[in-house]
């Protein structure tokens, strides 16, 4: 199963954007690249997935490197309620099999 | 996505006692997955419960002391037997509703062990 590696905490001033890295190094070409987030005494939530090409939704962006091996979340605006951890999740093929590492304590400054 | 609601949200338990949790979910999904996080840490998988078929188990974990259920495509159940006060953590149910491997959680149960 492929390692993710993030920083342990990040820290962003409200409405300035944030990116936040994730390596994978030893990253299958079958690999899909997912960001959940988890809020205080919430369960993990969903932000973001891909696979090769950058993507976009209405929480975030995803830009991936040429070479697959690390990952950027994208915030585009901070805001308080994004504080939260983030993880980098690469669920081996067919398996669905989610592996959480520490992931990225994020913290918002207003 | 989906509404995923587990019972209870906390309990504070005796030590040798099991407590059963439960997680419900508003649609029908085949893939559900228990999951525990100790106090501080991330997020540990326990097993995969499928419907129709005997839960998987991840290595540290045994069927003994986490007995789950898989009755419907709706619902299952968590047994945590025999507590010590080591079992003390949030256990979180999450389904895969698109089978593309993106998961919804529920909000947990915090389970203190006394």
Redesign the interface.
Known sequence: DAKTTQPNSMESNEEEPVHLPCNHSTISGTD?I?WYRQLP??????VI?GLTSNVNNRMASLAIAEDRKSSTLILHRATLRDAAVY?CIL?PFGT????????TRLKVLA | SAVISQKPSRDICQRGTSLTIQCQVDSQVTMMFWYRQQPGQSLTLIATANQGSEATYESGFVIDKFPISRPNLTFSTLTVSNMSPEDSSIYLCSVDLTAMGIQYFGAGTRLSVL
Do not use: D, L, M
Request: aromatic share 32%; no cysteine.
């Open positions: 899909y997912h005494s919430q369960g993990p939530e969903y997935h993880y669920p669905y099999k989610y592996i959480f590492g520490t992931g």
